[in-house]
């Protein structure tokens, strides 16, 4: 799978838009951008996933850029409960060998503060 | 989401013990579920992958001996970790996923903290 860079942390102000990076430029064709995040001592939860379109639910949005080497993930309004580690991960789709393997980085460590 | 529950939430155990934890899919059956091992300030590590009804693979440098994994069924799997040594202590976390058409999330237990004294 594709290796992804992510800022080690980040500030954000609660109520802001918090906006978290990820390089991706070795991903492949069949390969998707996922991102999960982590509060401290809890499982990570799944928040998002694309190929190349930009997604949006409830949790998030997930912009990814037209040549699909970075991508960002929004949390439009960012409350003291979004702090957390972000991991940002891509993964083959169904069919390659390694599929259902998450392989998590470092990731970014959020911090919302009031 | 589909909820992921893991048993227990925390475990002491004395050295040379033996320690099982079991992860169940609530409201889903998991064909495949993954085991995690994360050490303080780290991120989680893949240990091993198991489908059900067959064996687990493991990944490089994890001893399928000292890390016994069983998925009888479709809820449920179990790690044991045995002869437990001060530094198997870790965060273990289980995920799972289905093969249902349109599930591509794994999703997570919330994790067991194992101290091994």
């Known amino acids: 799978d594709a290796k992804t860079t992510q800022p080690t942390s980040m500030d954000c102000a609660e109520g802001r838009a918090a906006n978290l990076p990820c390089n991706h430029s070795?991903?492949?064709?069949?390969?998707?951008v996922y991102w999960y995040r982590q509060i401290h001592s809890q499982g990570p939860q799944y928040i998002i996933h694309?190929?190349?379109n930009n997604e949006t639910n409830e949790m998030a949005s997930l912009i990814i850029t037209e040549d699909r080497k970075s991508s960002t993930l929004i949390l439009p309004h960012a409350t003291l409960r979004d702090t957390a580690v972000y991991y940002c991960?891509?993964?083959?789709?169904?069919?390659?060998?390694?599929?259902?393997?998450?392989?998590f980085g470092q990731g970014t460590i959020l911090t919302v503060h009031p | 989401g589909a909820v992921v529950s893991q048993h227990p939430s925390w475990v002491i155990c004395k050295s040379g013990t033996s320690v099982k934890i079991e992860c169940r899919s609530l409201?889903?059956?998991?064909?495949?579920m993954f085991w995690y091992r994360q050490f303080p300030k780290q991120s989680l590590m893949l240990m091993a992958t198991s489908n059900e009804g067959s064996k687990a693979t493991y990944e490089q440098g994890v001893e399928k001996d000292k890390f016994l994994i069983n998925h009888a069924s479709l809820t449920l799997s179990t790690l044991t970790v045995t002869s437990a040594h001060p530094e198997d202590s870790s965060f273990y976390i289980c995920s799972a996923k289905t093969h249902l058409a349109g599930y591509n999330e794994q999703f997570f237990g919330p994790g067991t903290r194992l101290t091994v004294l």
């Open positions: 409201d889903f059956q998991a064909t495949t």
């Open positions: 694309g190929l190349k």
């Open positions: 991960i891509v993964r083959i789709r169904a069919g390659g060998t390694s599929y259902g393997k998450l392989t």
């Open positions: 070795t991903i492949s064709g069949n390969e998707y």
